[in-house]
Antibody, heavy 121, light 106 residues
């Protein structure tokens, strides 16, 4: 079964760092694009960035460039989303999702369950 | 940057009826459009890709149409379980999502 399993909920203070994860199983991890999306409370989906694990080619939505770092580790089949200094406005649910078609940027056919990040002083 | 605009923001339809949701792209995205359903507390689920192809396991009640800048998602024989927010998503020019249409079943 193709699956993306994300790390659990986090409660952090402003200024702290955080790295959340998305572990893939059931398919050839290296050759499918995986993206991260943000969903703020009661709002829509925003694309943050996308990575091709085979060569770690990463592209960021300009709105998130410099604010987060996306990386992938092929041996553990895991993609990461990292912040160096969180803000209260980073409070949201974050989803990873896999491209529906191998090697192509495409619709997202497989989604993780979401990771809730709460940043509060 | 391609901007996606959905209408209406909210739609209320009776069970058994048909719902029609619209999505407009700010530039030509050919058929590089997907639709997702998101129920409260759940991750989005892919319904339609390439504007009109149903994803695996999606009932034939869901259909998509359009190309270029105008797209439609139709849901026939509405059931209570169809109550959700529906998002369109273009993947022609990197990615962008519409703001969503909330579908309520009366």
């Amino acid at each position: 079964e193709v699956q993306l399993v994300q790390s659990g909920a986090e409660v952090k203070r402003p200024g702290e760092s955080l790295k959340i994860s998305c572990e893939a199983s059931g398919y050839n991890f290296a050759t499918y694009w995986i993206a991260w999306m943000r969903q703020m409370p009661g709002k829509g989906l925003e694309w943050m960035g996308v990575i091709f694990p085979d060569d770690s080619d990463v592209r960021y939505n300009p709105s998130f460039q410099g604010q987060v770092t996306i990386s992938a580790d092929k041996p553990t089949r895991t993609v990461y989303l990292q912040w160096h200094s969180l803000k209260a406005s980073d409070t949201a649910t974050y989803y990873c999702a896999r491209s529906e078609v191998e090697s192509l940027r495409h619709a997202f056919g497989v989604w993780g369950q979401g990771s809730l990040v709460n940043v509060s002083s | 940057e391609t901007v996606m605009t959905q209408s209406p923001a909210t739609l209320s339809v009776s069970p058994g009826e048909r719902a029609t949701l619209s999505c407009r792209a700010s530039q030509n995205i050919r058929s590089n459009l997907a639709w997702y359903q998101q129920r409260p507390g759940q991750a989005p689920r892919l319904l339609i890709y390439s504007a009109s192809t149903r994803a695996t396991g999606i009932p034939a009640r869901f259909s998509g149409s359009g190309s270029g800048t105008e797209f439609t998602l139709s849901i026939s024989s509405l059931q209570s379980e169809d109550s959700a927010v529906y998002f369109c998503h273009q993947y022609h020019d990197w990615y962008a999502f519409g703001q969503g249409t909330k579908l309520e079943i009366k």
